[in-house]
């Protein structure tokens, strides 16, 4: 194989290095690995050893900050991603090279790069005035591209109109083809390869209904694709992968409330002698510090429902962790015909939960309660795991990944776990990882509250010391 030459902070996996190369030849591509294989990284090699820069990412809203942070943890380069403040500026940030990536969600495509749409609500490219600004770009990554798939939809329009004439334009997808050949035709389109295919017309004559679809695969892996599945690179890969995703979460101004308060309960807290009327303001801290881990838990539900959709658009199971019912009875009441295992349900419906998580193809999702799902069960029918809200100590981390991560399991097991940015939860999450050797002693009589002193302490100095968290 030829060497990569390139200028990631970390060496890619073998495979990840053949993707980057693949790549860095033919420009325009899908990368279509199964989820957890580092599609992410890849992209970023590529468009960081080509130096195509300015780069832009179009992405699913939850995914927007972990890009932020993937590039900017792999490369020496700075990544803004797009909001109001910068709706204007984003061009000058990226013209004076304070910035070399910006990062948007699909649905803000109109928002930032188009000025005018001409006609009726019905309408095509050609009606669409973008902004010149999108000149700019030498590199597009579109992650989660088979959201592109209806060519008459507006954000596939706004999309091919961005790309065109691009030199890398990188599309990620773990399904490419969601349901039928005719999927690719607007992602062929995008890459501007669909010309090699004869054309939509001809594309669909050929694949539409299902034939000479040996003859596709054969075309898109020497043209313009690479896809590699967790089975076939699993002497590459750890048994085990965490992922941290941050996220925004919705409730930002009720959480800054809460937190002021709780700051200034602290500061009396420091300032106060009496070790009784300390040891009382103590607890009641502790319990301020459960309703900032509610909200940052609650203020995270929109974006987690965001990444499950994108998830269980890949085709893959997933398994949920969370801990409030509030949460749980939030997911179930979204994905009404997925399964659950809580604390309120029965042995019997348990039971058949994870039966027919097990069993049934159809289902995809399982939705747990840390407690009642985090010991005694298997869930092998998925490699991925992620937690909405995480247990307060290692071990119990470690034990809700086992649910995948055990006797049965032949692929490497993904976790995720979203991170409220700005929130407790980074300071938690840190604890949780720093303190492995002594998670066990956290725990309060009731499971929930973390009464050690060192916890305390810590949490106590980051509230007064940052108020970002």
């Known amino acids: 194989m030829i060497k990569l030459q390139h200028n990631l902070k970390i060496e890619p996996y073998p495979y990840q290095n053949e993707g980057i190369l693949f790549g860095l030849e033919k420009k325009r591509l899908i990368i279509g690995d199964e989820p957890g294989l580092g599609k992410t990284l890849q992209s970023i090699g590529i468009a960081d050893t080509a130096n195509a820069y300015p780069c832009l990412v179009i992405c699913p809203s939850s995914l927007k900050i972990n890009w932020q942070r993937e590039f900017e943890k792999l490369t020496d380069k700075k990544a803004l991603v797009l909001d109001n403040s910068t709706r204007t500026t984003w061009p000058y940030l990226l013209q004076m090279g304070i910035y070399q990536i910006a990062i948007v969600n699909y649905e803000s495509l109109r928002k930032y790069f188009v000025w005018d749409i001409k006609g009726r609500k019905s309408f095509r490219l050609k009606d669409v005035v973008f902004c010149p600004q999108i000149k700019l770009f030498r590199s597009i990554i579109i992650d989660e591209s088979h959201r592109v798939k209806d060519p008459a939809a507006q954000q596939t329009i706004f999309t091919k109109g961005i790309t065109t004439g691009k030199k ?259 300071v938690l999450y840190n604890i949780i990882n720093d303190k492995k050797s002594i998670a066990n002693q956290i725990m309060a009589a009731n499971d929930d509250i973390p009464t050690d002193e060192l916890y305390f302490d810590e949490l106590t100095n980051m509230i007064l010391t940052d108020g970002s968290m």
């Open 168 to 426: 890398y334009i990188i599309l990620l997808s773990g399904t490419p083809v969601v349901n039928k050949p005719e999927d690719l035709v607007s992602q062929l389109s995008i890459m501007e390869r669909l010309t090699e295919f004869g054309g939509k017309a001809k594309f669909l004559a050929d694949y539409a209904e299902g034939e000479n679809l040996g003859n596709l695969s054969a075309e898109l892996y020497e043209r313009c694709m690479i896809r590699r599945e967790k089975r076939s690179v699993l002497a590459d890969l750890p048994d085990k992968t965490r992922v941290d995703l941050y996220v925004d979460i919705s409730n930002v101004d009720e959480y800054r409330l809460a937190q002021e308060d709780l700051a200034g309960y602290l500061r009396q807290y420091k300032e106060c002698t009496d070790s009784e009327i300390r040891r009382k303001m103590r607890m009641e801290a502790l319990v301020k510090f459960m309703t900032l881990r509610s909200l940052s838990a609650k203020g995270k539900v929109k974006q987690a429902v965001d990444f499950i959709n994108v998830f269980l658009d890949s085709g893959k199971k997933l398994i949920i962790f969370c801990s409030l019912h509030e949460i749980v009875d939030e997911l179930k009441k979204l994905f009404p015909c997925e399964v659950s295992v809580t604390g309120r349900d029965s042995v019997v419906s348990k039971q058949a939960a994870v039966d027919s998580f097990q069993q049934n193809p159809d289902t995809k999702l399982i939705i747990c309660s840390i407690k009642a799902a985090g010991v005694g069960l298997t869930l092998t029918a998925s490699s991925n795991v992620a937690f909405v809200e995480f247990p307060w100590t290692y071990a119990d981390c470690c034990q809700c990944e086992d649910r995948a991560h055990r006797i049965g399991q032949k692929d490497n097991v993904t976790c995720y776990y979203l991170i409220g940015r700005g929130t407790i939860d980074r």
